[in-house]
Nanobody, 118 residues
Framework: VQLQASGGGSVQAGESLRLSCAASGSVVSPNGMGWYRQAPGKEREKVAT???????SYADSVKGRFTVSRDNAKNMIFLQMNNLKPEDTATYFC?????????????WGQGTLVTVSS
């Protein structure tokens, strides 16, 4: 499975960006897809996830500002980021994991950089 993320860029605080990630190859369902981010000098953290069944979770720091959505038929996940803050600056990675396989399979895409200036 390969994951291709896109949509990063440089914006001012308060502006919006939309990230996209497409999975290709032998994608098994049901699965979860999500966005994670890593700022310089910090550990990677979960931002938002959504399963094929629609179960969604968000980091507290992005609730009310970010919205995760999926196109299950196309194996894509999106992250609409509104009211961006400088602390959202990070490299954003998408991830896909299987839900019912043993062992669980997990795949990561390359990062896309988001830079928010004040």
């Amino acid at each position: 499975v390969q994951l291709q993320a896109s949509g990063g860029g440089s914006v001012q605080a308060g502006e919006s960006l939309r990230l996209s990630c497409a999975a290709s190859g032998s994608v098994v369902s049901p699965n979860g897809m999500g966005w994670y981010r890593q700022a310089p000098g910090k550990e990677r953290e979960k931002v938002a996830t959504r399963t094929t069944g629609g179960i969604t979770s968000y980091a507290d720091s992005v609730k009310g500002r970010f919205t995760v959505s999926r196109d299950n038929a196309k194996n894509m996940i999106f992250l609409q980021m509104n009211n961006l803050k400088p602390e959202d600056t990070a490299t954003y990675f998408c991830r896909l994991w299987t839900i019912e396989t043993l062992p669980q399979q997990s795949y990561w895409g390359q990062g896309t950089l988001v830079t928010v200036s004040s």
